[in-house]
T-cell receptor, first 114, second 114 residues
Framework: GNSVTQMEGPVTLSEEAFLTINCTYTATGYPSLFWYVQYPGEGLQLLLKATKADDKGSNKGFEATYRKETTSFHLEKGSVQVSDSAVYFCALTLISGGYNKLIFGAGTRLAVHP | DGGITQSPKYLFRKEGQNVTLSCEQNLNHDAMYWYRQDPGQGLRLIYYSQIVNDFQKGDIAEGYSVSREKKESFPLTVTSAQKNPTAFYLC?????????????FGEGSWLTVV
């Protein structure tokens, strides 16, 4: 079936450290891939997306590249800040049963300390 | 500003009561969705609607009902048949197909059974 697997958290880093959150997927067809971020007590915000193989999504210093050969979409940031502390969700969308279905990973909590 | 408005932010329900969560969007999106999020977990799809007067069950529809009488509105009723309704509920919308279209989320509603 279609699914998204993320590395388990929490991920704890010091400010200015390098961040990687791994995400792999299983899907039939050609999904689009997304990273969403959720701050405490809030809804989800789109962080970045990629719609085809080798596309790189980027936003606010975060990057992720759509790797079809490894079915991965790892999230990276060169220097994290305390304000990046949140839960990060990897997701894919594909057409299933005639509608645009969004499938989420379980989420990875990131805690950044000063 | 365009966006998705959910209300109320916090809601308490007594055992055996039905409650309705409101979701309104002014993005002119055709598709709307309801997700449930339990603490420390990912999102699960309850119901979705691609057009007015049409909606489909998601993965965990039992104990919930929806209506789509207007394009901009997609209210969710949590009925007394839902055995464990305490959760964070997120409404979302999108243009619809194709898969690359972003799904946007509201700020969420917390429902607690007392």
């Amino acid at each position: 079936g279609n699914s998204v697997t993320q590395m388990e958290g929490p991920v704890t880093l010091s400010e200015e450290a390098f961040l990687t959150i791994n995400c792999t997927y299983t899907a039939t067809g050609y999904p689009s891939l997304f990273w969403y971020v959720q701050y405490p007590g809030e809804g989800l915000q789109l962080l970045l997306k990629a719609t085809k193989a080798d596309d790189k999504g980027s936003n606010k210093g975060f990057e992720a590249t759509y790797r079809k050969e490894t079915t991965s979409f790892h999230l990276e940031k060169g220097s994290v800040q305390v304000s990046d502390s949140a839960v990060y969700f990897c997701a894919l969308t594909l057409i299933s049963g005639g509608y645009n279905k969004l499938i989420f990973g379980a989420g990875t909590r990131l805690a950044v300390h000063p | 500003d365009g966006g998705i408005t959910q209300s109320p932010k916090y809601l308490f329900r007594k055992e055996g009561q039905n409650v309705t969560l409101s979701c309104e969007q002014n993005l002119n999106h055709d598709a709307m969705y309801w997700y449930r999020q339990d603490p420390g977990q990912g999102l699960r799809l309850i119901y979705y609607s691609q057009i007015v007067n049409d909606f489909q069950k998601g993965d965990i529809a039992e104990g919930y009902s929806v209506s789509r009488e207007k394009k901009e509105s997609f209210p969710l009723t949590v009925t007394s048949a839902q055995k464990n309704p305490t959760a964070f509920y997120l409404c979302a919308s999108s243009i619809g197909q194709p898969t690359g279209n972003t799904i946007y989320f509201g700020e969420g509603s917390w429902l607690t059974v007392v």
